[in-house]
Nanobody, 124 residues
Framework: QGQLVESGGGLVQAGGSLRLSCTAS????????MGWFRQAPGKEREFVAG????????YYADSVKGRFTISRDNTKNTVYLQMNSLQPEDTAVYYC?????????????????WGRGTQVTVSS
């Protein structure tokens, strides 16, 4: 079964940047779509960004467009989320997710494997 390990979270001031990484153990990583989701206290888990198996297609939530960038390195079984111009409303636990399919979905239920999450806190 696939295992995902996130890293790179932390505390940052508004306007700052963080880069999240997620490494997958699943051998099918290079043919799978990957996504980043987040969940703030008292809120449902929401889609942040997704990338297709070959990086040809990327998708972003409206709230992060122009600030966040998703990328992947299939030689390292790793997906990244570069987060710039962070705002307090970006504070959440960020989860990496792997879909046993080549295409991206914005739906939580479409993903098969999940990491444990990494906390991102943005202070004002």
């Amino acid at each position: 079964q696939g295992q995902l390990v996130e890293s790179g979270g932390g505390l940052v001031q508004a306007g700052g940047s963080l880069r999240l990484s997620c490494t997958a153990s699943e051998r099918t990583f290079s043919s799978n779509a990957m996504g980043w989701f987040r969940q703030a206290p008292g809120k449902e888990r929401e889609f942040v960004a997704g990338i297709s198996w070959n990086s040809a297609n990327t998708y972003y939530a409206d709230s992060v467009k122009g600030r966040f960038t998703i990328s992947r390195d299939n030689t390292k079984n790793t997906v990244y989320l570069q987060m710039n111009s962070l705002q307090p409303e970006d504070t959440a636990v960020y989860y990496c997710a792997q879909r046993l399919h080549i295409g991206v979905s914005v739906s939580v239920t479409a993903y098969d494997y999940w990491g444990r999450g990494t906390q991102v806190t943005v202070s004002s």
